[in-house]
């Protein structure tokens, strides 16, 4: 491939040294780096590009900004369709929406839209934002339930149109999985506040500890409200199930990375959250979820941490580049392995992990090929700290204490393309009608259900 087929190469921590702190692993382009990467840009008539986007960002046309160095321009065409784009430039997993459509992906690497996404929305926090200007107050009042990405669109979208919106969030900070699951190395505290601060500056108010089904009710918010969202996400960790699964050092991903980040286990003891890491840690799973446990078990001061996953890589769902990343690392990876049971110390901790190897067999309802037991393979792996991450469910709280909101048989909100439940001006989208997925599939179901929102107050 020659140079003009490659990507510029996003510049980052030496692999060695980002193992000993929690600093972002990714340094950004700088702007001689962002327009000759921009410069890249074909223009595509048809633009596939913005076809893979599920906010529909205009990519050409701000790719285009960039290239003439105009990052202001670039940054406003951005946020006519994307409320959080300093977050979606970072965790995206652009390689299978926009990037995957794009028409440089044919002849050697994809323009790297993320990369670009990042460096403008950057570019605007280090200058500091310009409040949008807002249209005639609409007086429609609507409660959005949640505060990760699906919601902050959601909100903010409805803003956009003039509508007053409260978040109502069960923890005592926004952000949903952006702030108590995915680790400051890939994306930095600082970050969240500012794209949040971004939303409130639409006007936007939000009212923490406040557990919807439990604090208050659907049916009380819908008193007050003229629509609601419901943006609940999937924060239920999914357990293995198997002897020893309450063995002293083993966590659910949930508990692991909510003590990390949320509590700021990391900053201990500066904070008062204490996290207890051995020296050999072993991650269950290989989504993005297990790729971000293993790598912050290592940062913590694991000597050795491996991900065992019960298919192979490609299999896997985490981001291409977070898998590239932990490998640097040093994180090992043991494919086709599934545990079956944890063996114990005599002070029950765990100690070991007996699994049994695993083969591919037909294909699953994911499409990935399904894993096999084989029989007789039986054999251990030493771990005294495990984390497990095979997976999360939506939290059930609301959903039972809401009389007549349907749900799927895995637990899930049911809804239609634009969000609407069975119950009149109730909407829903993000994981809790989907299951565990991705920011930018949720911020695209809260921004279809903004719309609907909008059609709905408008008409009432
Ligand atoms: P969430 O982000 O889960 O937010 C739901 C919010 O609702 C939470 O703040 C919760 O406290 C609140 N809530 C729940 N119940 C109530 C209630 N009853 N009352 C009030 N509030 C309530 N996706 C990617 O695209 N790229 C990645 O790199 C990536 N990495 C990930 C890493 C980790 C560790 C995890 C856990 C997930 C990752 N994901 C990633 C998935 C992605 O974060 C989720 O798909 C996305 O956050 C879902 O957004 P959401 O708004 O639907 O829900
Ligand atoms: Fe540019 Fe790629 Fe979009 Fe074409 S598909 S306009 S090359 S980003």
């Not at 977050?87 to 690497?109: A, F, H, W």
């Not at 409660?143 to 669109?153: D, M, N, W, Y």
């Not at 903010?156 to 005592?172: N, P, Q, R, S, Y």
């Not at 393979?377 to 999360?392: E, K, L, M, N, Y």
């Amino acid at each position: 491939m020659n140079a003009e087929n490659r990507k510029h190469k996003m510049p980052e921590q030496d692999p060695k040294e980002r193992i000993r702190n929690f600093r972002e692993v990714a340094l950004g382009y700088d702007e001689r780096i962002a327009v000759k990467e921009a410069k890249r840009c074909l223009q595509c008539v048809n633009k596939p590009c913005v076809t893979g986007c599920p906010v529909s960002v205009d990519i050409h046309a701000f790719v285009r900004l960039i290239k003439e160095g105009n990052f202001d321009a670039a940054i406003r065409k951005i946020r006519e369709k994307n409320n959080l784009p300093a977050i979606s430039g970072r965790v995206c997993p652009y390689e299978k929406q926009c990037e995957g459509n794009c028409t440089l992906g044919k002849m050697g690497d994809p323009l790297a839209i993320g990369h670009l996404e990042r460096f403008v929305s950057d570019h605007q926090r280090e200058k500091g934002f310009k409040p949008a200007e807002l249209p005639k107050p609409t007086c429609k009042r609507i409660a959005v339930i949640g505060s990760g990405p699906a919601s902050l669109t959601c909100a903010g979208d409805l803003a956009k149109m003039g509508h007053k919106v409260t978040i109502f969030e069960a923890l005592h900070d926004s952000g949903g999985v952006l702030t108590y699951g995915i680790p400051e190395f890939r994306l930095p505290d600082e970050v969240i506040k500012s794209e949040i601060q971004y939303v409130q500056s639409l006007g936007v108010d939000i009212e923490y500890d406040v557990v919807v089904g439990k604090t208050i009710t659907i049916d009380e918010l819908q008193k007050e409200f003229d629509a609601i969202f419901i943006g609940t996400g999937a924060g239920l960790p999914a357990w293995l199930d198997i002897p020893g699964e309450n063995l002293n050092g083993i966590y659910s991903a949930n508990e692991f990375l909510t003590r990390v980040n949320l509590m700021k286990a990391y900053r201990f003891p500066e904070y008062d959250t204490p996290i207890n890491v051995g020296k050999k840690a072993v991650t269950i799973g290989a989504g993005n979820v297990a790729v971000d446990c293993a790598r912050t078990a290592l940062r913590l001061g694991a000597e050795k941490s491996c991900i065992a996953y019960r298919r192979t890589e490609e299999e896997s769902t985490a981001r291409l580049d977070e898998m590239a990343h932990a490998k640097e690392e040093g994180v090992e990876f043991r494919f086709l392995t599934q545990p079956v049971r944890f063996i114990g110390d005599e002070k029950g901790s765990v100690k070991q992990m007996e699994c049994i190897k695993m083969r591919l067999g037909e294909p699953d309802r994911s499409g990935r090929r399904c894993p096999v037991p084989v029989e007789g393979s039986d054999f251990t792996i030493d771990a005294d700290t495990v984390i497990i991450a095979i997976g999360q469910r939506p939290n059930p709280l609301l959903i039972r204490a809401t009389k007549g909101l349907k749900t799927t048989e895995h637990g899930t909100i049911e809804a239609d393309e634009d969000g609407r439940t069975s119950l009149p001006g109730v909407f829903a989208g993000g994981d809790i009608t989907t299951g565990a997925a991705t920011i930018i599939l949720a911020m695209g179901a809260g921004k279809k259900a903004a719309k609907a929102i909008d059609e709905y107050v408008r008409k009432k």
